[in-house]
């Protein structure tokens, strides 16, 4: 349970590794759209942006055993965005790339993931996709550096982060 303090980055780590593997993408950046399109290698690529998250309401207040205190469960918000070989997000490459790993999600959400940091979920982790309209993407992407980029927003959830502390809860016994 200890490495589950770590599942935000595994999970990250974890989702870019499947999306390079099941898609045309050469890499999958991690951090904020703009960023992997003017710096690093040029495309085609896929970038993951975690750019939000929140607790999650339906495991909230489910300890993983009865009698402790309930773990911090998460709901992680992600924009996957597809970024082509001239560093242009609305082209039809990368419109294709998108679609590929909008598909490459859906195949990732039925396995459970076999990394430490997230072997300890009490349910598989789930995707889900989440509205991507202007509204969002113009809040996430303004500055006088950033530009609009078609991207797509999922959910992964639950994640589980806890911290192992001494018995788990149960009492100990002493012999007499």
């Not at 960023?35 to 993983?64: C, E, I, Q, V």
């Not at 009698?67 to 001239?86: V, Y």
């Not at 992407?141 to 149960?170: K, W």
Request: proline share 5%; net charge negative.
């Amino acid at each position: 349970l200890q490495e589950t303090r770590n599942a935000l980055g595994v999970l990250t780590r974890l989702l870019a590794d499947q999306l390079t593997v099941r898609t045309d993408a050469t890499t999958v950046d991690i951090g904020r759209p703009e960023n992997s399109a003017m710096f690093g290698d040029a495309g085609p690529k896929l970038n993951l942006f975690l750019y939000a998250f929140h607790h999650d309401a339906y495991m909230r207040n489910t300890p993983l055993d009865r009698g402790q205190d309930a773990p911090i469960w998460l709901c992680a918000k992600f924009l996957m965005t597809a970024i082509d070989t001239d560093r242009d997000s609305d082209s039809a490459a990368a419109l294709d790339l998108l679609g590929q790993g909008l598909l490459a999600l859906r195949d990732i959400e039925m396995q459970r993931p076999a990394e430490l940091a997230l072997l300890d979920n009490p349910e598989p982790i789930k995707i889900s996709f989440d509205d991507s309209g202007v509204e969002l993407l113009s809040s996430i992407m303004q500055g006088t550096d950033e530009r609009y980029r078609l991207s797509a927003a999922f959910e992964v959830r639950p994640i589980l982060l806890t911290e192992v502390s001494g018995t788990g809860g149960a009492p100990l016994i002493r012999s007499v």
